[in-house]
C-alpha cells in the first residue's frame, strides 16, 4: 500500500466523522452565519483546535460568505488551510555530522517510543548509517529486553544495563562507547509529569549529555500517541518544561479519530513533525507530508 493509501485508510475514523459531518452541515445550503456556525463546532470536534479552526472559518466566510457551496469546495479550503499551517513544520530529523549524532526519544507511556526507534534505526541503517542504540528505559527489565529484540532483528548494537540502574550512567557509557558510530539513538522510559522522580531522571539525562558537550542532544523528541487526542497538547506542555524539545513524531495514524489533533500541536508549539508511525512494523514510519496529510485528513482524492 502506498503511504498516502495507508496514512488516508488510518485517518478514515477521523475523516469520516468530518466528511459526514460536512454533508449534513452543506446539505442545499449556502454558507451563512449558521453554516458557519456548525461548521465551527464540527471542526472543533475534530481535535484541530480553535485557533486553526477560527482560521478556516475565516478563510470560508472571506472567500464564500453568501454563495452557494459544495462540499469538496469547503474540503478544499479546509485542505489548503491545513497545508498552509503545517507545512513550515514537515521536516525530517536534520543528522548532525558529529560522532555520534545524539538522539533522545522521551513521552508518556506507550505512546511508541521504542517502536518507533526501531523504525528510526531500520531506516538510517538502510541510508548506510552506523546506528546504536542505548537502553536508558531501565525501570523494568522488559523494556531492555523489547529493545534488545528488536537491536538483534535489525543487526544493531545496543547499550544496556541492569534493571534499576542509572538511566543517565547508562547514556553516559553508550556515548563513551559510539564514538565511532553515527547515531546513537536513546530510549527512555515512559513517565506521566506527575511522577516527580521520573521526570527529574530525564532532566538528568540531558544534563549529563549537556556536560559531555553542550550541544548534546542534538535531538530531544516526544513521542505522542495520536489516538489520545488533546491530551498530546498536555504532554507536550510538561516535558518542555523539563527539557528542550526538538520536535514531534506522532505515532498510531494508522487507526485514529483524533488525527485533527497533529494540526493543533504543530499551530499551538511550532515544533516540527519529524516523522509518523503508520503501523507496529519497522518500516510503518514516514515522513510528514503536510498536503498528503491535510488531504488524509477530510478524504479528499488526488
Ligand atoms: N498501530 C500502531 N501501533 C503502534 C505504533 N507505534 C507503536 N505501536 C504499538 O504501541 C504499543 C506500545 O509501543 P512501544 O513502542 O512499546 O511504546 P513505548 O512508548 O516504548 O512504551 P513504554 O516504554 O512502556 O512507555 C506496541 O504494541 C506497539 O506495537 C503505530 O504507529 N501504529
Ligand atoms: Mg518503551
New binding site residues.
Given amino acids: 500500500m502506498r503511504f498516502f493509501d495507508k496514512l488516508k485508510q488510518?485517518l478514515k475514523k477521523t475523516s469520516s466523522k468530518l466528511s459526514e459531518g460536512l454533508k449534513t452541515v452543506f446539505i442545499h445550503k449556502k454558507l451563512n452565519a449558521s453554516t458557519l456556525e456548525e461548521l465551527h463546532d464540527l471542526l472543533i470536534m475534530s481535535d484541530l483546535g480553535a485557533s486553526v479552526s477560527d482560521k478556516i472559518i475565516h478563510t470560508l466566510k472571506s472567500q464564500k460568505f453568501d454563495k452557494d457551496i459544495t462540499v469538496d469546495d469547503v474540503k478544499n479550503i479546509i485542505v489548503d488551510e491545513i497545508t498552509r499551517i503545517l507545512e513550515p513544520f514537515a521536516h525530517t530529523i536534520p543528522l548532525q555530522k558529529q560522532n555520534p549524532c545524539v538522539i533522545l526519544i522521551a513521552?508518556?507511556?506507550?505512546?511508541?517510543?521504542?517502536?518507533?526507534?526501531?523504525?528510526l534505526a531500520h531506516h538510517w541503517k538502510n541510508q548506510g548509517h552506523d546506528v546504536r542504540l542505548a537502553a536508558a528505559?531501565t525501570f523494568?527489565a522488559a523494556?531492555v529486553e523489547?529493545l534488545e529484540v528488536w537491536a538483534n532483528r535489525l543487526n544493531i548494537p545496543l547499550y544496556k544495563s541492569h534493571e534499576g540502574a542509572d538511566p543517565a550512567s547508562v547514556v553516559f557509557r553508550a556515548f563513551e562507547s559510539s564514538k565511532d558510530a553515527d547515531i546513537l539513538i536513546i530510549?527512555?522510559?515512559?513517565?506521566l509529569h506527575n511522577k516527580k522522580y521520573l521526570m527529574d531522571e530525564l532532566e538528568k539525562i540531558h544534563r549529563v549529555l549537556k556536560k559531555i558537550n553542550p550541544g548534546l542532544p542534538h535531538e530531544a523528541i516526544i513521542?505522542l500517541?495520536a489516538t489520545t487526542g488533546q491530551n498530546a497538547l498536555q504532554q507536550v506542555e510538561f516535558f518542555s518544561k523539563t527539557i528542550p524539545l526538538t520536535g514531534l513524531i506522532l505515532?498510531?495514524?494508522?487507526?485514529t479519530a483524533k488525527g485533527g489533533i497533529v494540526v493543533a500541536l504543530a499551530e499551538r508549539y511550532k515544533l516540527p513533525i519529524y516523522a509518523?508511525?503508520?503501523?507496529?512494523n519497522y518500516d510503518?514510519?514516514q515522513a510528514f507530508d503536510a498536503r498528503e496529510f491535510a488531504k488524509s485528513l477530510v478524504d479528499l482524492d488526488a
Fill in positions: 488510518g513521552g508518556v507511556n506507550g505512546t511508541g517510543k521504542t517502536t518507533t526507534i526501531a523504525k528505559d523494568r523494556a523489547q530510549d527512555t522510559a515512559g513517565r513521542v500517541d505515532t498510531k495514524l494508522d487507526g509518523i508511525g503508520i503501523g507496529e510503518d514510519l
